[in-house]
């Protein structure tokens, strides 16, 4: 007779334990702390037949992805191995109370030095989708970026068909000079900086360019599948079309919000933007290869790297690989805009539209307690004693928000407001609307030159804040995108020419505006926002074209704390940065 095994009462516990463990519906477990170790350092890459050596994350480039959940504590160790400063930014994470991880040098921390390390540390809460991390110092965010994909909750789908799989493609700029140096030159001569020599896909500029066949990102698609697509625009100084040939995608979120879908051959992304889309393959095997392609969508008078980067959408045959061969497939490229083509520009905008759902719903504030009126636009600044510079007629370029170009501090704003030393750090009075009035859109006056300053917007917690931002035709007109910190904003109104107060507002759209973090302000026109400024912190708001933020169109909004303990900033962490 076999022996009888009798489970422990050790082993019974631990089983029922187990079992009740997993009786426990998921949403109803808190998210979990997730950590990532992030080493900045040098590494040499090899692109267009140039390497060089530049500052990388892991010696990863893109860099590594970071995936969490809504509801997750992100944990992520950066130590800097170089010899540049460094801080990295979470764009788009809304960073509720927990502002020393913003990233941005000198406006929330200041940068990691030489040797140093800092945890960024904070809670995703109440968001979902694609973003993305960078460097938020000089040009650094040039190399050192990836993506941040959010999971919804466990057992919580997706407002759209489950896709077969989820697939980052994250654009950015090569250039084979060290970007550091390209922007520390133009600094100093007031001229426009050298543009980057190619665009890329997830790091690779395909094979349009020279010497770069080999350097082509791959999308492999089984036929009859839907894939998502998750876009993330990383490129320094560039707005960017992109399509995929023969082949149309279904537009399904924007910087991390659920949109009302709708269906386009074309995408439009500024730099800072994501956006998903679903791409449904063909139903057979097409017996042809795909490019999807992206160029620039340039609308300034300053010069632009005008080329294509493309990759390969490749179906995969269910017959060998004797039988086809991928290389003697026909190629189909796709016709994507022209260059300056604002009018697609505008109309892909508008079919932007927030989801709006029971689940998903836009909380676009209806009554408003401060209006603000900001012009965005370039300018000039003088040159400096017995120099020529080679900016417009001897002068340096500069960019300005209110006609304030903004001069960051040598300390961190945040620290300066927390600790009350602001003194001598940055004034208060960043003004409501621009001091001198003109007509913004028409011919440019002949004065071009900006005053200079640190300067915040100060507005107590909760307010509903309006603000509509103006292009302005100084050194000709342009599109900006304009990213702010530690929000999400509804986008209620656009336009073209110079806004009207008495008329615009009565065509806003207060019921399902787009959500988002950043959002182009149309050249030669403006763009109406609304959010609730919830968040105590310092928020920085900029251009997400480098060479802008470089020039000085920035400022910051100073949340001050509500009267309550959980609407106030949390206490500095002890590891932060010092300057």
């Avoid at 909750?153 to 390209?182: C, L, M």
């Avoid at 008329?503 to 806003?508: I, Q």
């Amino acid at each position: 007779m076999g022996a009888s095994i009798v489970p422990s009462s050790s082993f019974i516990k631990a089983l029922i334990s187990l079992l009740t463990f997993c009786l426990i519906p998921q949403p109803a477990l808190a998210g979990v702390t997730r950590n990532y170790e992030f080493n900045i350092k040098l590494q040499n890459m090899t692109r267009l037949c140039h390497t060089k050596s530049m500052v990388t994350v892991n010696g990863q480039f893109p860099g590594p992805r970071i995936v969490a959940r809504e509801g997750d504590r992100l944990q992520i160790k950066v130590t800097n191995h170089v010899s540049n400063n460094i801080s990295i930014h979470w764009h788009g994470i809304r960073q509720l109370r927990s502002g020393w991880a913003d990233g941005p040098a000198y406006v929330t921390q200041c940068p990691i030095q030489t040797g140093q390390s800092y945890v960024y540390n904070y809670t995703i809460v109440g968001q979902r989708g694609t973003l993305f991390w960078h460097g938020h110092i000089s040009w650094l965010r040039s190399t050192v970026y990836g993506p941040l994909i959010i999971l919804p909750k466990r057992n919580v789908p997706y407002p759209f068909t489950k896709p077969h799989k989820e697939v980052p493609i994250i654009f950015g700029e090569w250039f084979n000079a060290d970007t550091e140096a390209i922007i520390n030159q133009a600094l100093q001569t007031g001229g426009g900086p050298n543009v980057s020599d190619a665009y890329t896909i997830n790091g690779l500029p395909g094979p349009l360019y020279n010497c770069s066949a080999k350097d082509t990102f791959k999308l492999k698609v089984k036929p009859g599948k839907t894939y998502l697509l998750r876009f993330i625009n990383a490129a320094l100084n560039d707005e960017l079309f992109f399509s995929i040939a023969n082949h149309s995608l279904i537009v399904v979120e924007a910087d991390a919000n659920y949109v009302k879908p709708f269906e386009t051959d074309t995408i439009l992304i500024t730099p800072g933007q994501t956006t998903n889309v679903l791409l449904k393959t063909k139903p057979k095997f097409p017996n042809t290869t795909f490019l999807m392609m992206a160029r620039p969508y340039a609308t300034g008078q300053g010069t632009f790297d005008n080329s294509t980067v493309a990759a390969i959408v490749e179906y995969e045959s269910t017959i060998s690989h004797s039988t086809v061969s991928i290389k003697k497939l026909p190629l189909l490229k796709p016709t994507l805009p022209p260059l300056n083509d604002t009018s697609f520009a505008t109309n892909f905008s508008k079919k932007l539209r927030s989801l709006a759902s029971t689940r998903f719903p836009a909380n676009v504030p209806q009554k408003v307690d401060k209006n603000f009126f900001f012009t965005v636009g370039l300018g000039t600044n003088p040159c400096g004693q017995n120099n020529t510079c080679q900016g417009p007629n001897g002068t340096k370029f500069s960019a300005a928000i209110n006609n304030i170009s903004f001069i960051l501090p040598t300390t961190a704003l945040l620290q300066a407001h927390y600790f009350g030393q602001s003194n001598g750090v940055y004034r208060p009075d960043f003004p409501i609307t621009p001091l001198n009035w003109f007509n913004y859109t028409g011919n440019p006056p002949n004065n071009t030159f900006v005053s200079n300053g640190t300067k915040l917007m100060v507005v107590p917690y909760n307010t509903s804040v309006e603000l509509v931002m103006q292009d302005t035709s100084i050194l000709g007109a342009e599109s900006h995108p304009l990213h702010l910190h530690g929000f999400n904003f509804f986008v209620v109104g656009q336009g073209f020419g110079n806004y009207d107060v008495n008329k615009d507002p009565k065509k806003f759209n207060l019921v399902d505006p787009i959500e988002r973090n950043t959002i182009g302000v149309p050249s030669g026109g403006w763009v109406a926002i609304r959010f609730l400024a919830d968040n105590p912190g310092v928020w920085f708001m900029h251009c997400h074209l480098e060479v802008h933020t470089s020039w000085g169109l920035k400022m910051a909004w100073l949340v001050l704390d509500g009267k309550f303990p959980n609407q106030k900033l949390l206490p500095p962490p002890s590891d932060l940065p010092k300057c």
